[in-house]
């Protein structure tokens, strides 16, 4: 009764949803001075304290850099951790076999004693950002000392103060090119247990088809834990061990989210590059995408057909193809976004601005005016290195994995006797011989390779400028017609293309035998293609590069002296950074609007029996027919699966804590839709938006779906909406502004009946 008579009262109060997409990604210690009011005026409620303090518990306590790449976040006081499937996939397929198949099946362990350990696994948490900016640029070189050195020298020397008597790690990062830097200190640990996980056809739900694009159904989150000594303190994996308190974990909001909700995003976004020219720009969407997305789509025709010949194939081959898939779509997502808003055209028209604005001031023409001329030749000279760069880190590093094995023993090999001196040559061969056995384990794995060796290398040779091509290649008159003759020839002759062969070798690493490995066809097409990345084409290249990062650190220092009144932040380094924004759909193309929302009827909509994309697990299908959503569901039937918002996130986001205007976990962040993957360059308000998995379907697949309920109870769920009066604010059921303060009282006096 109370309720609905504050209900119908506030309604007359009620203001409309303003939209309030907020670029930037901004560093938890600044928000206070940078962002609070703004924040505040949106509709947070909590302190800026409790979002980021040093010497008292506050979120950034219970958010950790999840081995390196994504974002988790502390839920219990038992060290629990949820991040997304996608970032735990590696883990859950390195625990899976043909007969206990976790990836597809779903893990679920019943106790501490049931959690998986992870070899090399950790999570990092912040433990204090201080800005070192002054102390890293000031004092001067050593004689004769480099820049690069004169840099390395003082991160050195300050890191060694920052963690001094602590077992703390710190890392410095340059911000802006170099024009800030600020230090993180760091506590590490590395006893990380899997211990949860739904199956792939709710955690990775919609897979490739799906991947990058709202609507999205995905169910994308796992589970881990944190381990820590007896004394609570980060520890290498030990049976001794105990679940880690933490100094902070994330209440959990049953309450759901609307349209117009305040909301934001706590993680380790990875790289955003905000600042570049019209010159990177037209690179990165003519030429260096385009070859990217080239190559990988010619790895992912042999990837895809290998994977669907066998289960055990499928699982060895996950957690690549994954990966490869994963920046494959972005990149056209991104190139279809710039398009989409002319970023081209909006970068010349600011450079044009930006040039005028300099050459009406005589003081700025002489310190600026020479940057985008300097910078617009540095990109052009740069073309072809850049060119040959992309198509081989693509060969190279993202190919055949026999190409990157082969490697590891050229390494060795050729400092042999570097090794035999130092006595340890038989062991390195031991190390080699090790991962290279179990690497060709798998009969079908050599007919895997020799495909994507002969897709990639045709299709790289083809486009990398000849004068960049391998010594080896370039002495046979015929390599370029004759392609898959080479591989073939390659893989009938190569030692290391046969594990018997290779062994006898190994087994014996005379010198007579070493020579005869430096000969060997692998061995050599392997070492001329890495020669060639890195004799023919780094050099240039890096230089080229480094010259445009000095540029960039003036051009981004001008830009924010010409354009005064724009609010600036900091590229996104992999560093903790607050996105903040609103619940809120869009409107991405002509005639099209997409909801904020998606529903369990959506999974249902989507649903292709046997589809290796599109399958529901059959309980799955049994709770939402029956609608049996328990707690979680919103209002009497609906199963909210997820919701996109106004954030601002790049990669490494995936996992991070969404957030509500209480400080409580709505949900976790694992995509952007498809037109939002340009923000990494331009942030669009219209068209960016992340996507969260809502943290009630999280808890439902737990609870509902796996019965793990014993983990619902290690957890802080926030269900009933508490009243409460902050400044001129109520906040509970409803949330609106009070206009004056007669209402104010008024309203306090009704609540208190
Ligand atoms: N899905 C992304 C990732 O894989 C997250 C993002 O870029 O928004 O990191």
Redesign the pocket.
């Given at each position: 009764m109370k309720l609905k008579t504050i209900s119908i009262f506030a309604a007359l109060f009620i203001v409309a949803p303003n939209f309030f997409a907020t670029e930037g990604m901004w560093l938890p210690n600044l928000i206070k001075a940078l962002n609070y009011s703004d924040m505040q005026s949106k509709g947070l409620m909590i302190s800026a304290e409790e979002i980021y303090s040093v010497n008292n518990s506050s979120m950034k306590d219970a958010v950790a850099h999840f081995n390196g790449g994504?974002t988790s976040e502390v839920v219990s006081n038992k060290g629990l951790l949820f991040t997304?499937h996608?970032c735990g996939y590696s883990q859950i397929a390195n625990h899976s076999t043909v007969e206990k198949n976790y990836l597809r099946d779903g893990f679920w362990a019943k106790n501490f004693g049931e959690e998986l350990a992870n070899e090399s696994l950790y999570v990092d948490f912040i433990v204090r950002i201080e800005d070192v900016t002054s102390k890293m640029l000031g004092g001067s070189k050593a004689e004769g000392e480099s820049e690069d050195d004169f840099v390395k020298r003082k991160t050195a020397e300050i890191t060694k103060e920052l963690i001094n008597g602590t077992d703390y790690m710190a890392k410095i990062k340059p911000f802006n090119y170099g024009n800030k830097y600020f230090a993180f200190v760091i506590e590490r640990f590395t006893d990380i247990r899997l211990v949860g996980a739904p199956p792939s056809a709710i955690g990775k739900f919609g897979f490739d088809t799906d991947?990058?694009v709202w609507p999205r159904h995905t169910g994308d989150f796992s589970i881990f834990r944190i381990y820590a000594n007896k004394d609570n303190k980060p520890a290498d994996y030990s049976s001794e061990n105990i679940p880690y308190t933490p100094k902070h974990y994330f209440p959990i909001s049953l309450k759901g989210v609307k349209e117009g909700d305040f909301s934001m995003v706590y993680g380790f976004p990875?790289r955003t590059q905000q600042f570049l020219t019209s010159y990177a720009v037209d690179q990165k969407m003519n030429k260096t995408n385009p070859a990217r997305i080239d190559m990988r789509e010619k790895s992912l025709a042999v990837i895809n057909s290998t994977m669907k010949q066998s289960e055990e194939l499928r699982i060895r081959y996950a957690s690549y193809q994954s990966g490869v898939s994963?920046a494959w779509k972005?990149w056209k997502g991104e190139n279809f976004g710039l398009e989409k808003e002319n970023a081209l055209a909006k970068k010349i028209e600011k450079e044009r601005i930006y040039t005028e604005r300099i050459n009406e001031n005589e003081e700025l023409k002489k310190q600026f005016g020479l940057l985008l001329p300097s910078l617009k030749t540095l990109y052009k000279e740069n073309e072809s290195y850049q060119k040959a760069f992309d198509y081989y880190i693509e060969m190279i590093y993202s190919g055949p994995k026999s190409l990157r094995h082969i490697n590891n023993f050229v390494s060795v090999i050729e400092n042999a006797e570097k090794y035999r001196l130092a006595g340890s040559l038989d062991a390195e061969m031991e190390k080699l011989k090790k991962n290279y056995q179990a690497f060709i384990d798998y009969p079908e794995q050599l007919e895997f390779e020799k495909r994507m060796w002969k897709s990639l290398y045709s299709t790289s040779m083809n486009h990398v400028g000849k004068e960049f091509h391998p010594d080896n290649l370039l002495a046979q008159s015929n390599y370029l017609t004759n392609m898959d003759k080479i591989i073939d020839d390659m893989f009938e002759k190569s030692m290391f293309l046969s594990e018997k062969k290779l062994l006898n070798y190994l087994n014996n690493p005379t010198e007579k035998n070493l020579k005869k490995i430096k000969k060997d066809k692998g061995y050599t097409m392997v070492k001329s293609f890495y020669d060639a990345l890195r004799g023919k084409v780094i050099p240039a290249y890096y230089s080229n590069e480094d010259k445009i990062t000095e540029l960039m650190k003036e051009y981004s220092k001008s830009i924010q002296i010409v354009f005064p009144t724009e609010k600036y932040w900091y590229d996104a380094n992999s560093t903790l950074r607050v996105s903040y924004g609103q619940i809120e759909g869009s409107a991405p193309r002509d005639g099209m609007r997409y909801t904020h929302k998606t529903t369990a009827e959506g999974i249902m909509a989507k649903y292709i029996p046997n589809n290796d994309e599109f399958d529901v697990p059959e309980k799955l299908i049994s709770l939402i027919n029956n609608k049996d959503y328990g707690r979680y569901s919103e209002g009497d039937s609906t199963l909210v699966i997820c919701f996109t918002g106004s954030n601002h996130?790049?990669?490494?986001?995936?996992g991070s804590p969404v957030i509500n205007a209480n400080g409580e976990l709505i949900g976790i962040?694992?995509?952007?839709s498809w037109e939002?993957?340009m923000s990494d360059v331009m942030f669009s308000e219209k068209l960016c938006r992340?996507?969260t998995v809502d943290i009630r379907y999280v808890l439902f697949v737990i609870d509902k779906y796996a019965g793990a309920s014993h983990l619902i109870e290690e957890m802080k769920l926030v269900e009933t909406p508490k009243f409460t009066i902050k400044k001129d604010k109520i906040v509970g059921g409803i949330e609106l502004p009070i206009q004056n303060s007669g209402v104010l009282k008024s309203l306090e006096k009704q609540m208190s009946k």
């Open positions: 994504c997304n996608h991947n990058w990875g994963n972005k996130t790049t990669g490494g986001n995936s962040n694992f995509d952007r939002s993957t992340n996507i």
